[in-house]
């Protein structure tokens, strides 16, 4: 009888261990799931051409901060927007950083596009040295790309001082790199350009005569596909939250901690390393209806745009309210 009842108090505690062992496994497994869910990690593929507003982005994902905000951020660094803009239409790309004159072209051709936010980007028109003023440019040779965004700057920039690209010989050469030697040996006297050319122009005894950040316009779109923004909503919002952090980094960190990414993914040249100017990063903000408005009419001034697109159709709420 003793034998029997020591016999059922053992099994009757091994069935409660059993039992209490698989209810933490299971609450385990649970919690394990549940931090699974939460920790979710989604890729957002960006297609950008080498420029300084990449940074953020690229230091964010190198430093860990995109997986942090649920997004595997893969900035795709391109060398020609054509080749950008290909990949972007083959459904390789989630979104792009381009110009809103890109915005009306796709538009125009009944592409389902949305823009979710303004890059920290600008144009520049570099002038040289004998140029001392916008009226020093009549009659002279500036060179940008026809019908594009940098076309839509030297118009803007010329309206600020009442001229139009009429006072001017317009020279059209798409590739950036070629518009900075043709200005550096005086073929020309002023050109539109990006970074870094910008500040290797600078750096060779050019001038900044005009600026879209100086005329306070921002042609430029981060622009995502529209089944993509519904699909990866949370991961975009991720996306953003990254390039705040990245921007944070860079404001609180010495330069030397994040310089070689300048030189590496935006193309400054190893000696110009120590005299690179850091831009005033901010916190992204959404394109301004106003930018939207007055571009779209250059396009349709350009034939390159026929329908009327408003703002609000363009303008996604994925992160901005």
């Not at 430093?63 to 951020?73: I, Q, S, T, W």
């Not at 979104?95 to 125009?108: R, S």
């Not at 006072?167 to 539109?192: F, M």
Request: glycine content about 8%; proline content about 4%.
């Amino acid at each position: 009888m003793k034998k029997w009842l020591a016999l059922a108090v053992t099994t009757v505690a091994a069935l409660t261990i059993l039992a209490g062992c698989q209810k933490q496994d299971s609450t385990t497994k649970e919690s394990a799931e549940k931090g699974a869910s939460e920790n979710k990690v989604e890729k957002i593929r960006l297609g950008v051409m080498p420029s300084t507003d990449n940074i953020p982005f690229i230091l964010a994902h190198d430093e860990g901060m995109d997986k942090k905000n649920g997004v595997d951020l893969d900035v795709k660094v391109f060398k020609s927007a054509l080749d950008r803009d290909a990949a972007f239409q083959a459904g390789e790309l989630d979104g792009i950083i381009t110009d809103l004159v890109g915005v009306a072209i796709y538009k125009e051709a009944g592409n389902d596009v949305k823009i979710v936010g303004a890059p920290h980007d600008q144009f520049d028109l570099v002038v040289s040295d004998d140029v001392t003023s916008m009226a020093d440019l009549k009659g002279k040779p500036v060179v940008f790309s026809e019908r594009t965004g940098t076309a839509y700057a030297v118009n803007k920039m010329l309206e600020a001082e009442d001229m139009t690209v009429d006072d001017i010989v317009v020279k059209e050469i798409p590739q950036v790199p070629t518009r900075l030697e043709l200005l550096k040996n005086g073929q020309v006297s002023g050109a539109i350009l990006p970074e870094p050319f910008i500040t290797i122009g600078k750096s060779q005894g050019l001038k900044v005569r005009s600026s879209t950040r100086d005329l306070g316009i921002n042609p430029f779109a981060i622009v995502f596909n529209g089944e993509v923004i519904k699909e990866k909503g949370d991961a975009i919002r991720g996306m953003f939250e990254s390039y705040n952090d990245g921007v944070a980094y860079i404001q609180s960190h010495d330069k030397a901690d994040y310089i070689d990414l300048f030189v590496k993914e935006v193309g400054f040249p190893e000696a110009m390393k120590e005299t690179i100017e850091i831009p005033e990063y901010g916190a992204l903000e959404q394109v301004k209806q106003s930018d939207i408005e007055s571009v779209f009419e250059f396009a349709k001034n350009e034939g390159l745009l026929t329908k009327e697109v408003s703002p609000e159709e363009v303008l996604s709420n994925v992160y901005f309210k």
